[in-house]
């Protein structure tokens, strides 16, 4: 027990022990000292703060070991791999999309080795990013032209800075937007230089709002999807197809914000209300603006698909080099962009979509597993329940899927407990807790992700 500060002997003493000595060899001086400097400034703040001191002998083997700890805290990687058990399957704060296997080894390459980035190999003269996914996007939405940029909210405001700054921007009052972080619509507007001009109430807009609201200084009307909340009841919005005529017979641009955007239908999923890119852009819209990581299921990107003309004026914007993807997101996107063509089925090769399409049994089967590996570890109170799992990330709110999910409960852990021991495992699980018990959603775990909750579980029993 260390009872005064005297008791605390200086760094160069306890570098000076025999078994602190060896510890260099493996970890180096820096480290070392680092480790000791944090232990003895924590003792020496408990000691004047009042508070017991309760160190091993400085040339014991317990010592060595915290010190070791320390290190190894220190070296961790800050961001790691997670297991999401949430049952939010496009978790923002876990990393939204996973990426297929393809995605991943493209990455990989073009981090390994140089690549064609900005170089046409065809004429030997320099290339544009843009054109390694161009065509694929173009391709899959039917799309005059496209380009990417680093993530949506970039595609908006580099969308409304090169067609709308020190012009008007006409939006409906229930379409302003707040996005995670606190980052709201009128505010990416401004940044934009343009002036929005709301139009409508909040629960009803008509075209004739949009109509009458355009004047000379008109440049965009702006739709965004209200991906993220629903406003029900009393509601009314104008069709696509009436803004567009709108917007041609008054010579403005028609763009919209769809948030998340998606490839195909997912109606057969019982998932509706998100409208696939290529239908939006089949009624006259101009200009779409969606994201990589969501129901796309690729790396973090901003997608502007539309007309020509203005896809051209967005390449050559100044803010283009600010915003621009980087070589990593775009080999990822380019690999996602193609499992949605044959021969490939996205929803079998990419993970967002896979555990979406993935039948209610299979989902049970997975539950029941987990189930009896829990009580394999001697738990008795383990319970399988059918549950709904949320798409997450601002996509489709109101809209659950049919999940299964574990439960149990730990007895003398509560489950704020067991949820804290659980994040500190190799692997971190990360659950919900219901009704005082621990839950584990499994539509969208693998088989590994199973046995990694099981083994974490385990570990945390023989403590």
Do not use: W
């Not at 944090?38 to 070991?65: E, G, H, M, W, Y």
């Not at 355009?214 to 009436?242: M, Q, Y």
């Not at 807790?433 to 974490?456: H, M, P, W, Y």
């Amino acid at each position: 027990m260390i009872k005064t500060l005297r008791d605390i002997p200086q760094i160069q003493t306890l570098l000076n022990q025999p078994l602190i000595k060896a510890l260099q060899a493996e970890h180096g001086h820096a480290q070392i000292v680092d480790a000791l400097r944090q232990i003895t400034d924590t003792a020496r703040r408990d000691l004047r703060d009042k508070r017991d001191v309760d160190l091993p002998p400085f040339d014991s083997n317990q010592f060595v070991k915290m010190v070791e700890e320390r290190i190894k805290t220190a070296s961790a990687r800050s961001l790691r791999t997670v297991i999401n058990a949430t049952g939010v399957l496009i978790h923002t704060n876990l990393g939204r999309a996973c990426l297929a296997p393809e995605a991943v080894a493209a990455m990989q390459a073009v981090a390994t080795t140089p690549s064609n980035l900005e170089f046409d190999l065809k004429t030997g003269k320099r290339g544009s990013r843009h054109a390694h996914v161009e065509a694929l996007i173009c391709t899959l939405t039917g799309a005059q032209a496209a380009v990417v940029v680093n993530n949506c909210a970039a595609a908006v405001l580099l969308s409304l800075m090169a067609t709308a700054a020190g012009r008007n921007v006409v939006a409906s009052r229930g379409e302003l937007i707040e996005i995670g972080g606190s980052f709201r619509l009128p505010d990416v507007i401004a940044q934009s230089g343009a002036t929005l001009r709301e139009v409508g109430a909040t629960n009803k807009t008509r075209a004739r709002d949009y109509a009458d609201a355009i004047d000379g200084d008109t440049a965009v009307l702006l739709k965004s999807h209200t991906s993220n909340f629903k406003i029900v009841g009393f509601t009314a919005a104008p069709d696509r197809r009436e803004l567009a005529r709108i917007a041609q017979e008054n010579d403005v641009i028609l763009m919209e914000d769809l948030g998340s955007g998606v490839l195909i239908d997912l109606a057969p999923y019982g998932l509706v209300d998100e409208p696939v890119v290529a239908d939006i852009l089949k009624t006259g819209v101009d200009l779409v603006m969606f994201s990589g990581d969501k129901l796309l299921g690729g790396p973090q990107a901003g997608i502007i698909a539309g007309r020509a003309d203005i896809i051209n004026d967005l390449k050559s914007h100044p803010l283009m080099r600010a915003v621009r993807i980087d070589k990593l997101s775009l080999a990822a996107l380019e690999a996602t962009l193609r499992l949605y063509r044959p021969p490939y089925d996205p929803t079998q090769k990419i993970p967002v979509l896979r555990m979406v399409s993935e039948p209610l049994e299979a989902v049970q089967k997975r539950a029941e597993c987990l189930a009896q590996d829990f009580k394999h570890l001697g738990l008795e109170d383990v319970e399988v329940f059918q549950s709904t799992c949320q798409l997450g990330a601002g996509t489709l709110p109101g809209q659950d899927l049919a999940s299964f999910a574990v439960s149990i409960a730990l007895n003398g852990m509560s489950p704020d407990q067991l949820a804290a021991e659980l994040r500190q495992s190799e692997t971190p699980v990360i659950g919900r807790i219901k009704n005082d018990r621990s839950i584990f959603d499994v539509r969208g775990l693998s088989d590994t992700d199973v046995l990694g909750i099981s083994a974490a579980v385990g570990a945390i029993l023989k403590q």
